[in-house]
Structures are given as structure tokens and as C-alpha cells.
């Protein structure tokens, strides 16, 4: 190839030709065409020719110029054709371009396709500043760089092709011997022949515009699958996980498919699905129909709906919550997908919130209720003093009439009193009976442990103030206690407290709370809060569950001595006792329900 | 019981009631009265030690449930100070430990409200007598 040869020649503009080159006028013989005789024309073989060449452009087109070479070269007869084109990097036309290079060639320079000419000094160069057609003649003696490029061209016609008005290139046809000149019918030949190089030109450049257009779109399209196949291959996950109860229905009750897990919500098979018995018209209670309208007529104005609580009816006839969301399909059809979460779990964990609140306030009501019991007996002891008032004043009414001389005035008086005294008492009950409401002991079989776990839950808060650490140490398997669940939680609500209560002058080490069940070699429970506090003191030991007994500045000393008689209710024990190292250990102990 | 009611000598006893109960000072006096005995009311261990009636007090009658000093500690106080006054506890606790206590501590008499003259007579006697 000579074409590294040609652009190391590259002259820059404004350089001056070198001495010894042959002037243009000496290697152009354009006058000639004219003057030599023509050669008949071949009108058949010329369109021929051309139809040839069209058929090649629309099956072909991209080896178009070299078909376009090897056609100029057949028709003209000569010994090399081929086309240049203006060009930028010499790989392809770029009208841009400072130099010519080679695309096709045909005859006996085919080996130097690919080769080139400078735009601003060389033949094509020529032809495209004098915008016409020029007949040379050994152009090689002008341009020392086409010397290289054998054989010689005895004569060369350059004819410009244009698209869109500019100048693109050349077509040329050579002649390396005198055995033929170029006449004018050769002109006329280039000449339709150059105006074909124009359609070819434009037409792969169309091509190319097109190929890039359709790589384009074909990488837009290929993101496009590529997102739909991850949105599906996610919505396909999200259907598989299993997670949510999904289906696809259509407006006429059917449903159409379904993942497992809605079939497992409603508690029907797969079988009964395919053979159509599962509609959702009937999974609906008739109370919910009203709501399932609503939302149907939501659904087809605007192709989804909220979602929103209803019940379905599994296959055996029970009900299940759950939370139901639809949308229609787009296009317009009659199915949609819906989405079904079962809330069986979030009713049961409400339920259970419910009961704590309720245990919460039953405590608290009970919770009073010792704390009214620590009321009550001092109201009680209030009711006392009147009462032995009036037995005073009565003993002395009766001994005043005894009198040898009747005391009458001082009789009155204690008459007076015993009748304010007997007012005040009464005063007092009612008062006794607003507050303290009787609660009859209500007996039922319960799991201690749960109970325990519900105190210690109500009690977190007051604990957390006192900065007590509460552990539980449940044992598993323990068997079902009888008694009053609410009196036992009083007790030990009592035994918390008071644990509490032991450590809160503890600073030096952590004040823990530990609560224990076990069970007891006699087959009942056992139950012990143990502190770390300040333990019990020798000397008041056998006193502590006596009643009125504290240690407590503002304490009734009711607390334990009520805790233990519920205890001896319930034929079971209450106790206390020292720790080895810190603190004490309050224990209860109540039979199982086998034992009553 | 009427030989040793205290009617016949020319100085009543004088019993000194303790309690903080508004209706056992009221009416008690007046029982006292008519069982031939003088007496004196105070509402709290505190007034009793601070009042002047100490050398003329026969018997004492003292409740032992009191804000401030109970019965107890006043009991307490008054061997302490060598004070050897007969003392009947008269209270609404009926718990035998309460009782026992009270005897252990040396109580020549214990009294449950409400308490009968009798009982109450019978109490005073007993502590009279030792005298």
C-alpha cells in the first residue's frame, strides 16, 4: 500500500511548488476529449450497466463503489477506475475533509486502495477547484508522490460528483498505455456515471444514518426489556415470596390465578381453584357486598382502588380479616390484580393489647383497692372510736339514772353524744362503702407465668423510675394454678413493690429484681421476687406479715399481711426469707389446679 | 364492784387518760365520774410528759396507736425516767401479739374498745391495788 507514503507527502497549504514539478497546464489535455473521435455508444451495455448498479445498491451497499469501479472500468474499457472521496480520518468520506482518499479501485492499481491525494495539491484537488471535469496526461511529473503509484497513468479522467451542490469526490478512469485515449463519449459516460457516485454517496450515508438510528433504538429497546424483565422478574418474586396473598380476577367474579399465598389465606386448593369454583364474588360475606360495589364502581373510573378491612369466608365456612387492595389492568380490559394481606395476627395481637389494658385497669382498680385497704383500716379504726365512745357514754347513761340521785341532765348529755357518735359511725360506712367496692374472689384454673409476666409488664414503667432491674426466670411447663388470677397479681404487685421499695437506698451496686416460678415438691408453684436491698432485720422477722406492721414512715403495714391472708385463701403460703449475700426473698406459693 | 370505787376516800384517784381519740376523752371522764374516780385527759404522750399531773397520777390510761410517741414508747420513757405509774392500754388492735406485748412490757391492764365498765372497773381496781 502506498497510502502511509502519500500522507507522509502531504504538502501544507501556502508551501510553494517545488522547482523541477511540471506546471498543471503541462499535464492537463482536457481539450482533448473533444477533439478526438468518439467511440460509438453502447446505450445497452451503459444501462445495463446502471440497472446493475441500482440492483447492487439495494442488496449491496456497502460494497457499492467497488461494484461502481469495477462497472466504470468494464464500460470504459480502460485499465484502472476508481473513485476518491474527500475525507478526514481516510477511513471514510467526510466532505470535511483535507485530503482524498481511495475507497475503490478496480483494474491495475487495485493494490493501492486505500491510498490518497492531498485536497490542496494533487489531480482530484485540480478537478474540485476548477469544478469541472480534466483529462491528464502522466500527472505523476506534477506530483512526485503519485510516482510510487504504478504503473504510470498514460492519461487519467477525474470526473466530480456532488451532493447537495458540493463537490464530494472523484470518479476517474485510467489508461497506462497508448492503446487507448479517452474521447469524448468516455466524457459522457463518467459523466452519468458520476451522477450514479452522487446517489450512491447520499444513499450510504442514508445507510449509515439509518444503521446508526436502528443500533440506537435497538439499545433503547434493550434497556427497556431489560427493565420490564427486572420489574417483572421482581413483581414475579414478590408473587413467589409468598408474603402477600395475591391474584389476578376479572370483572365478571372469576379469578383467574392466584399465588399460594392467598390460597392458603382463604384455605382453598389449587384444584378448586383451576376448576373455577374459587370466585371472589362469594369469598365476600354478604355485609362487605355494599363495600365491594363502592369499590368496583372506583375501580373503572379510575383503575384502582384503596385499599381497605374486610372478611373473607375460607372453604370451611370461618372467617378471616384481612386488608384488600385492586387495580385494573391498563388497556382497558375487564381483569386486575388485587393484593390480600391476612391480618388474622394483627386482630389477635389487638386483642391481646386489649386484654393488657383491661388486666391494666382491673389492677389498677385493685391496686386501689389495697391502697383503699390501707384507707380502710384506718377508716375502720375510725368507725371504732365512735362505736366505743357510745358503749362509754351508755355505760355511764345507764349508771347516771342508777344513781341514788338521777343524774338526768348528765344522762341527756350522753344520750346527745351517743346519738352524734352513732351519725358519724354510719357517715363513716358509706363512706367506706363508696370506696372500697367488694370484689367477690372469682376462682378460675390460670397459667402463673403469664400472670406474672402481665405485673411485671404493668410495672415496667414504676420500676424503670426507681431504677430496678426486673428479670424473669419462668420456668417452662409448669402446671395451671386455681385461684383468683387478680388477688395473686395483687400479691405479686405486693412483692414487686416492696422489693422495690427494699432497694432504693442502694447505690453501690445494681438494685435487681429477680421474679421466679418453679415448681414446688408438693406439685403446686412456687413464685419469688428477690431483691437486693436491704434485707430483713432479725429482730422484726416474725412481725413482717402482721398487720399494721411497717417499716415505712407512711406505710399501714396492710400490704403483706393482706397478701398473705389471700394466700391462706388460696391453701397455699406466703413467706420470706433472707439471701445469702444481699437482700431477701419473698415466696408464694399456691397448689395447681389437679389439687383443689 | 363497789367496796373499792374510790367514793368512800377523801381523795379521788386520779387516773390520767392518754389517747388521741376525740370521743374517749369526751366520754370517759364522765365514766370515770361515776366509777369515783378523778381524771385527767391528754391528747398526746407528748402533753401528758409535759403536764405537771405526774406525782398525783394513780393509773394511766394509755392507747397505744398515737401519731408522734405511741403508748409504747411512752411506756418506755416513763421507766426511763423511773416514773412507775400503773398502766392500762386501751386500744382498738385486737391482735393477741398486740396483747401479749403489752403485757410483756409490763401493762397491769389491757382493754379492747369497746370495753364494758366492768371491764373497765376491773381494770383499775387491779391497778389500784398494786399501789
Redesign the interface.
Known amino acids: 500500500m502506498t497510502e502511509s507514503a502519500n500522507f507522509q507527502n502531504d504538502v501544507p497549504l501556502g508551501t510553494s511548488i517545488p522547482t523541477g514539478e511540471a506546471s498543471l497546464e503541462s499535464i492537463l489535455c482536457t481539450e482533448e476529449l473533444n477533439r478526438r473521435a468518439s467511440r460509438p455508444p453502447d446505450y445497452e451495455k451503459e444501462n445495463r450497466a446502471l440497472v446493475a448498479l441500482m440492483s447492487a445498491l439495494d442488496h449491496s451497499p456497502s460494497t457499492i463503489f467497488q461494484t461502481l469501479a469495477e462497472t466504470i472500468l468494464d464500460i470504459i474499457q480502460c485499465d484502472s477506475a476508481g473513485l476518491s472521496l474527500l475525507t478526514r480520518d481516510g477511513k471514510k468520506p467526510d466532505v470535511c475533509g483535507k485530503r482524498f482518499y481511495w475507497p475503490a479501485i478496480a483494474g491495475m492499481w487495485n493494490p493501492h486502495v486505500g491510498g490518497g491525494t492531498p485536497r490542496n495539491f494533487g489531480p482530484c484537488g485540480d478537478v474540485l477547484d476548477r469544478n469541472c471535469t480534466l483529462l491528464f496526461t502522466h500527472f505523476e511529473r506534477r506530483y512526485p508522490y503519485l510516482q510510487p503509484v504504478i504503473p504510470a497513468a498514460v492519461e487519467c479522467l477525474l470526473v466530480p460528483f456532488y451532493v447537495g451542490g458540493q463537490a464530494v469526490g472523484t470518479i476517474w478512469a485510467i489508461m497506462h498505455s497508448d492503446r487507448r485515449k479517452f474521447d469524448g463519449e468516455d466524457d459522457r459516460v463518467m459523466g452519468s456515471l458520476g451522477k450514479f457516485a452522487s446517489s450512491a454517496y447520499q444513499a450510504l450515508a442514508s445507510i449509515d444514518d439509518l444503521r446508526f438510528q436502528v443500533a440506537e433504538r435497538q439499545k433503547a429497546e434493550a434497556a427497556v426489556r431489560e427493565l420490564a424483565n427486572g420489574l417483572q422478574a421482581r413483581v414475579q418474586r414478590l408473587v413467589d415470596a409468598n408474603i402477600i396473598g395475591i391474584f389476578i380476577w376479572n370483572l365478571d367474579g372469576k379469578i383467574l390465578e392466584a399465588n399460594d399465598a392467598f390460597l392458603h389465606i382463604v384455605e382453598y386448593s389449587r384444584e378448586d381453584l383451576v376448576s373455577g369454583d374459587v370466585r371472589w364474588t362469594e369469598l365476600t360475606p354478604p355485609e362487605w357486598r355494599d363495600r365491594d360495589e363502592h369499590t368496583l364502581a372506583h375501580l373503572r373510573a379510575h383503575g384502582s382502588a384503596q385499599p381497605y378491612e374486610k372478611e373473607y369466608i375460607r372453604k370451611d365456612g370461618s372467617r378471616v380479616p384481612v386488608l384488600v387492595g385492586a387495580a385494573l389492568f391498563e388497556g382497558g380490559g375487564n381483569e386486575g390484580v388485587a393484593f390480600v394481606l391476612n391480618l388474622t395476627e394483627q386482630k389477635r395481637a389487638e386483642e391481646v393489647r386489649e386484654r393488657l389494658r383491661q388486666a391494666q385497669a382491673e389492677l389498677a382498680h385493685m391496686t386501689r383497692v389495697m391502697t383503699i385497704g390501707q384507707v380502710a383500716a384506718s377508716i375502720a379504726h375510725e368507725v371504732n372510736q365512735p362505736l366505743s365512745g357510745i358503749v362509754t357514754n351508755a355505760s355511764t347513761c345507764l349508771r347516771m339514772l342508777d344513781a341514788d340521785l338521777p343524774n338526768f341532765e348528765g344522762a341527756r348529755e350522753t344520750a346527745r353524744r351517743m346519738i352524734r357518735d352513732g351519725n358519724r359511725a354510719s357517715e363513716v360506712i358509706t363512706r367506706l362503702r363508696a370506696l372500697f367496692n367488694k370484689r367477690n374472689p372469682t376462682f378460675e384454673v390460670f397459667d402463673l407465668n403469664e400472670a406474672a409476666k402481665e405485673v411485671v409488664a404493668l410495672s415496667v414503667n414504676e420500676l424503670q423510675r426507681n431504677r430496678v432491674i426486673p428479670q424473669l426466670n419462668l420456668a417452662a411447663g409448669l402446671p395451671s394454678v386455681f385461684g383468683d388470677r387478680i388477688q395473686i397479681q395483687q400479691v405479686i404487685l405486693n412483692l414487686i413493690r416492696n422489693g422495690s421499695d427494699a432497694m432504693s437506698t442502694v447505690e453501690d451496686r445494681p438494685r435487681e429484681l429477680l421474679i421466679k416460678t418453679e415448681s414446688d415438691e408438693s406439685g403446686g408453684v412456687r413464685l419469688s421476687v428477690r431483691d437486693t436491698g436491704v434485707g430483713i432485720d432479725p429482730k422484726v422477722e416474725e412481725k413482717l406479715f402482721e398487720a399494721f406492721y411497717t417499716t415505712k414512715s407512711d406505710g399501714m403495714g396492710i400490704g403483706l399481711s393482706v397478701s398473705r391472708s389471700i394466700m391462706e385463701r388460696h391453701q397455699g403460703r406466703l413467706w420470706a426469707i433472707r439471701n445469702q449475700g444481699l437482700g431477701a426473698t419473698f415466696i408464694l406459693a399456691i397448689p395447681c389446679s389437679t389439687n383443689t | 364492784m363497789k367496796s373499792l370505787d374510790g367514793r368512800g376516800s377523801i381523795h379521788r384517784a386520779l387516773v390520767a387518760v392518754v389517747d388521741d381519740?376525740?370521743?374517749?376523752r369526751?366520754?370517759?371522764p364522765?365514766?370515770l365520774g361515776?366509777?369515783g374516780f378523778d381524771s385527767k385527759v391528754f391528747q398526746s404522750a407528748e402533753e401528758f410528759l409535759v403536764s405537771d399531773s405526774f406525782a398525783k397520777t394513780r393509773c394511766l390510761m394509755l392507747d397505744i396507736?398515737m401519731p408522734g410517741m405511741t403508748g409504747f414508747e411512752l411506756q418506755q420513757e416513763l421507766k426511763a425516767r423511773g416514773q412507775d405509774i400503773p398502766i392500762i392500754f386501751i386500744t382498738?388492735?385486737k391482735?393477741e401479739?398486740v396483747r401479749k406485748r403489752a403485757l410483756e412490757r409490763g401493762a397491769v391492764g389491757f382493754l379492747l374498745?369497746?370495753?364494758?365498765?366492768t371491764a373497765?372497773l376491773g381494770a383499775l381496781n387491779t391497778a389500784l391495788g398494786l399501789r
Open positions: 381519740d376525740e370521743s374517749v369526751e366520754s370517759l364522765d365514766l361515776e366509777l396507736a382498738a388492735q391482735e401479739t374498745k369497746p370495753f364494758s365498765d373497765l
